[in-house]
């Protein structure tokens, strides 16, 4: 499993970015896929997460009607649609892979991560 995000940027706040995170093992259908939020001077929390088939997501209340989380296996790649986006919102995000069955908002749950982007809302 090796995770790489991409996507990430500087926006207005109320604007729209999408980030993407692809695996390149053979693997990708297997597990539960997690996006993570990791601010200055904060500790890393869960955004959003989805299961295997794409049928079941999760969501921190925070980003709940604003950020999507979707999946394409086929193209072993999970995405994060962010609309309506707050300053608050700025920060390094991460997907990781759960190799559990169910969806998990748990970081310590999570065997692999990718290696970030940064993501800068302006206000």
């Known amino acids: 499993v090796q995770l790489v995000e991409s996507g990430g940027g500087l926006v207005q706040a109320g604007g729209s970015l999408s980030l993407s995170c692809v695996d390149s093992g053979r693997t990708f259908e297997n597990y539960c896929m997690g996006w993570f939020r990791q601010a200055p001077g904060k500790e890393r929390e869960f955004v959003a997460a989805?299961?295997?088939?794409?049928?079941?997501?999760s969501y921190a209340d925070a980003v709940k009607g604003r950020f999507t989380i979707i999946r394409e296996n086929p193209k072993k790649t999970v995405y994060l649609q962010m609309n309506n986006l707050k300053p608050e919102d700025t920060a390094v995000y991460y997907c990781a892979a759960d190799f559990g069955v169910l969806v998990s908002v748990t970081l310590s749950d999570y065997d692999y991560w990718g290696q970030g982007t940064q993501v800068t809302v302006s206000s």
């Open positions: 989805i299961d295997w088939s794409g049928g079941d997501a």
